[in-house]
């Protein structure tokens, strides 16, 4: 059984997902996650000091919305969306769920169900200027270099779990540089060491890194651990504890409310 570790400090979890079987799954390379409701994920982060987050639309889940909007609207204002849209999404479509509380597009390179590739430039552009979303990317960072131009270019783009592969630290260095945002997420299903993927990205920019849980981790070789905290904040050290585990992505996701929300 996982054993609680107390956090030191309030925690913004920058990567969770939620699964409501009231909501439609699509199958991805034979996959479907079990559910994982907002109870579930209440239950699974309580002791944990969770005052707000990031709820993230995975491949299984296409570009449906309504699971999302629902989730939000149960887990109250400190929570935002990451959400994958088509290529063709309306202005008004924008503007509707960022009022429901969505604040990104997530293009999930790894595992597909989101826009594509071809499409990142635009979409990521227009969903910034009509409603300041920023861009999220689950992807290997070996494959960065590729797109550093493209990325380092964009308003904000964040990069999830470290950049999954330790082979991809110095492409994802060179973009934390000019100002990309980086998820200390996911260690169960990295191909790094985490805490010298976080010493490193701290050295580089202190500001870039956001720590959350991956929730309920699907598909990964081991499931989030409490622990997994504890060695974000024994790397990051107390001068910076406060940022990573809340300030920095607070102010990225642009939430209304302060760290002192209750659970």
Not at 164 to 185: F, I, M, S
Request: with cysteine; aromatic share 6%; charged share 25%.
């Amino acid at each position: 059984m996982n054993e609680r570790v107390p956090l030191p400090r309030p925690l913004f979890d920058a990567h969770l997902h939620i699964v409501d079987p009231r909501f439609p799954l699509v199958e991805n390379d034979g996959y479907l996650p079990p559910a994982f409701t907002v109870a579930q994920y209440r239950e699974r982060v309580a002791g944990l000091r969770v005052r707000g987050g990031a709820v993230v639309s995975g491949s299984f889940q296409g570009f449906d919305q309504g699971y999302l909007c629902a989730a939000l609207a149960a887990l109250g204002p400190s929570f935002v969306g990451v959400t994958q849209v088509p290529a063709g999404v309306t202005d008004e479509e924008i503007t509707r769920l960022d009022a429901a509380g969505v604040r990104a597009v997530r293009f999930n390179v790894r595992r597909g169900g989101s826009a594509t590739l071809d499409q990142l430039d635009r979409l990521a552009r227009r969903v910034h200027d009509v409603a300041g979303w920023h861009a999220e990317l689950y992807v290997d960072a070996r494959d960065l270099p590729e797109l550093a131009s493209t990325l380092a270019a964009l308003p904000a783009v964040a990069v999830d779990h470290l950049g999954l592969h330790r082979d991809g630290l110095p492409p994802l260095l060179a973009l934390v540089e000019r100002g990309v945002k980086v998820k200390a997420t996911g260690f169960g299903r990295v191909d790094l060491d985490p805490a010298e993927a976080m010493a490193a990205i701290m050295r580089t920019d202190p500001t870039a890194l956001m720590a959350g849980t991956d929730l309920p981790s699907t598909r990964a070789r081991r499931p989030f651990a409490d622990d997994d905290l504890a060695l974000v904040a024994g790397t990051v050290g107390e001068e910076h504890l406060d940022a990573v585990l809340w300030d920095n992505a607070a102010a990225f996701y642009r939430v209304p409310t302060g760290r002192t929300t209750p659970e």
